[in-house]
């Protein structure tokens, strides 16, 4: 008690090296979206639901490949696979984007991550980057595994060949295009609660419930109202879009003249998801 | 039991969840609305509408909110301790949940079922509709308050079953149907409306025996999975 108190040093150090800047953190959690959309670094369990749906669109693909390599029929082209896939599609988005982004809600990280330089369209776009790869890749690779069994069984040499690329790159710019779109909506639902299965549920049903409203104004007696039915759902816009710029896929929508109207609504529909992303992100007090 | 009800009930409605349950029933009658003022045959609207929308999304999705969420949400917030540490019967909470998810789910699908019918066709079509969904709100509920007992991620599982099961391999693989509860909601509404509009795939005494086997089975097996219930912390 009667010694004078010591300040020990214990060897605290101030960190000298370099500072990162925002380009790095958004790469970082880029990477890591990436990753944790298909399970990597996780446990196993959560390999479960990503890897099974990408299985079962894996194995739809090399059944695809198989049966035109065999019997020389095209059941699906590139352009209509996606479209099939739409379902598996809708499911991925449901497991990764509540993955992506109610997580880091349910577990208070967000005013962490904020107080880095990192700014809230960093995030938003690191994550919506993450997800519309992670969608891209689900339809593309097995795009590709098409377009090598149609390729190396093709009976015209390099010509074949080379009409199977043509083919492929403007599926692939489909596949993006469907990527954007779901990765946007889905997104923004589960951005709204922490709980991911609410946000699972809530991704699942606005897609599901839009679909049977394309159904119903199909059938409205009304030319205009048939031929723009399409917009009411994600999907069918998609598809719509997919019908007007890329006339050989034969997804078998009937757009009239409106076709132009179906790019703008998906632009509009873009733009306005990540808007409210961003407006979302202006404040991040936990959910 | 009655307070175990209170409480799950007071959960479902409380805040802001309630809502959820609120567009979908909506929908369902705003487009049955939709179609009668535009006088379009209930031949054409009465298939999407009825059955594409009504049981095959409506019926599940509410039936898998409802259900996973009178016990999985108690199960992810921690909070089921309290009621596991109370000396009742496990047979007794499980029983409470479940009549709680089998009412909320059976009145919220079959109303708006029950109006969408009698738009379409007549109150005799409505009847129909709505026994059959309050048939198939028992069978659902059971099944998915076993999966919010068996895995951590219920939901998922649940909408891996509506979406690929019931959607996907339901349409292309005939055999799946004879699984499949969507299935047999549509043999019972087709059998006591006799509308042509239901076609029914799965013979009725099939379609009887397995609900009946499913609701019991999946009650029977939550009951025996919650009397050795460990509590483990997030996973994964």
């Known amino acids: 008690m009667s010694e004078a108190s010591v300040i020990h040093d214990i060897g605290y ?38 890897w099974m749906v990408a299985g079962i669109v894996l194995l739809v693909a090399v059944i695809l490949a198989a049966v035109r390599a065999q019997a020389g029929i095209v059941a699906l082209n590139y352009v209509q696979f996606a479209d099939a896939m739409s379902w598996l599609v809708i ?13 880091d809600m349910r577990s208070g990280v967000l005013p962490l991550y904020f107080s880095r330089p990192l700014r809230a369209a960093d995030y938003v776009w690191a994550k919506f980057a993450a997800l519309v790869t ?20 093709t009976k015209t040499g390099m010509r074949g060949v080379w009409n199977e690329v043509g083919d492929l790159l403007p599926a692939w710019a489909y596949s993006v295009l469907w990527a954007v779109v779901f990765a946007a909506i889905g997104l923004l639902i589960a951005s709204l609660t922490g709980k991911r299965a609410f946000a699972a549920g809530g991704i699942v049903a606005v897609f599901l419930m839009t679909t049977p409203v394309v159904g119903v104004l199909s059938i409205l007696p009304s030319t205009d109202a048939q031929q723009l039915s399409g917009l009411a759902s994600p999907m069918t816009l998609v598809a719509g879009v997919g019908t007007w710029l890329i006339p050989a896929s034969n997804i078998g929508l009937d757009l009239g003249r409106f076709g132009v109207v179906y790019l703008i609504e998906a632009l509009a529909l873009i733009a306005t998801c990540l808007l409210l992303l961003l407006a979302r992100y202006r404040k991040v007090a936990s959910l | 039991m009655s307070t175990v009800a209170y409480i799950t009930t007071r959960g479902l409605f409380g805040r802001r969840r309630a809502l959820l349950l609120l567009p979908l029933p909506l929908l369902l009658v705003g487009l049955a609305l939709l179609c009668r003022s535009y006088d379009v045959p209930a031949t054409d609207w009465g298939t999407p509408v009825l059955v594409g929308l009504g049981l095959a999304v ?3 999705v509410i039936s898998l909110i409802v259900g996973t969420g009178v016990l999985g949400s108690e199960v992810d917030d921690g909070t089921l301790v309290h009621i596991l540490t109370k000396p009742m019967p496990r047979r007794d909470i499980i029983l409470a949940k479940l009549g709680v998810a089998i009412v909320v789910s059976a009145v919220t699908c079959a109303v708006p079922l029950f109006i969408a019918g009698a738009l379409a066709g007549s109150a005799k079509l409505g009847v129909g509709l709505a026994v059959g969904a309050a048939v198939g709100a028992c069978a659902y509920s059971a099944f998915f308050l076993l999966l919010s007992l068996v895995t951590r991620r219920p939901v998922l599982l649940g909408l891996v079953y509506i979406l690929v099961w019931e959607g996907l391999l339901g349409r292309f693989v005939s055999g799946t149907r004879v699984l499949s509860i969507e299935q047999y909601v549509i043999t019972f509404a087709d059998r006591i409306s006799s509308s042509d509009l239901l076609v029914a795939r799965v013979s009725l005494p099939v379609a009887v025996v397995l609900s009946v086997l499913i609701t019991v089975g999946c009650t029977v097996a939550a009951v025996d999975r919650l009397r050795s219930f460990s509590m483990a912390g997030e996973t994964s």
């Open chain 1, 91 to 103: 499911l991925f988005v449901a497991i990764v984007a509540p993955e992506l982004v109610s997580r």
């Open chain 1, 134 to 153: 992670g969608v891209w890749l689900l339809l593309g690779v097995p795009q590709l595994i098409m377009f090598l069994g149609a390729a190396f069984t």
């Open chain 1, 13 to 50: 150090q101030r960190y000298t090296g370099p500072r990162l800047g925002r380009l790095q953190v958004l790469t970082a959690m880029y990477v890591h979206g990436l990753r944790a959309a298909f399970g990597f670094g996780r446990s196993a369990k959560a390999k479960i639901f990503p």
């Open chain 2, 58 to 60: 409506v019926l599940p």
